[in-house]
């Protein structure tokens, strides 16, 4: 039984490029989320998802990041036209359901990114 | 706002006791949870608290206060390898988990 996967687990892009985060949620879970981790820090939440749907992206910049999980293939979080300060680790969790008092998410191993 | 409280960093012996404290005060409250996070590594899930009350589960034991907004986590026989970060998690009514920055747990022999 898989857990969350992610990937690429390191990427190194430079200053104006494009970073593209893959997560695959746990079998079975159709919610996922993705946080932003900064060194020393806790974790921000960014964006909610559910299959081909967003259902809060209130944690996430208005400019050059979006976020899909399309019907068929992993959740996508891109940044274009990196800067410096998007380097981060970030990481994705999943959930068998959302609108219930327990809900564990399950994270995945996330993807570290450095901008240069 | 929604804000939670931890300690930055706590230093403990390998063998005692170590309370980690987390207060919150959030829109809503439908549970809070702990998570440990090995440096480098994703957090992986220690303990749910929804009512009143002390949960042990093994090492581990989580209390939460709803009126108080207070939680705290006890780790008892501490090892060398509970050397992590502790991160306090409170799901608001929402739904949405808004989480501490978590706290740095240093083991010495």
């Known amino acids: 039984n898989a857990g969350v996967m992610q990937n690429p687990r390191h990427l190194v892009r430079r200053r104006g490029q494009e970073a593209r985060l893959r997560c695959s949620p746990m079998?079975?879970?159709?919610?996922v989320y993705w946080y932003r981790q900064l060194p020393e820090e806790g974790l921000k939440f960014m964006v909610y998802?559910?299959?081909?749907?967003?259902?809060?992206e209130s944690g996430m910049p208005k400019e050059r990041f979006s976020a899909e999980f399309p019907k068929e293939g992993p959740s996508i979080l891109r940044i274009q036209q990196v800067v410096r300060g998007d380097s981060a680790a970030y990481f994705c969790?999943?959930?068998?359901?959302?609108?219930?008092?327990?809900?564990?998410?399950?994270f995945g191993p996330g993807t570290r990114l450095t901008v240069l | 706002g929604q804000n939670i409280d931890q300690p930055t960093e706590m230093t403990a012996t390998e063998g005692a006791i170590v309370q980690i404290n987390c207060t919150y005060q959030?829109?809503?409250?439908?549970?809070l949870f702990w998570y440990q996070q090995h440096a480098g590594e994703a957090p992986t899930f220690l303990s749910y608290?929804?009512l009143d009350g002390l949960e042990e589960k093994g090492r581990f034991s989580s209390f939460l206060s709803r009126s108080k907004g207070y939680s705290y986590l006890l780790l008892k026989e501490l090892q060398m390898k509970d050397s992590a970060s502790y991160l306090c998690?409170?799901?608001?009514?929402?739904?949405?988990?808004?989480w501490g920055a978590g706290t740095k747990l240093i083991i010495k022999p």
């Open positions: 969790a999943s959930s068998l359901k959302r609108e219930a008092s327990y809900n564990e998410q399950f």
């Open positions: 079998k079975g879970h159709s919610h």
């Open positions: 998802l559910q299959k081909e749907n967003i259902i809060d």
């Open positions: 959030t829109s809503g409250f439908n549970g």
């Open positions: 998690a409170v799901m608001d009514s929402n739904y949405q988990l808004i």
């Open positions: 608290n929804v």
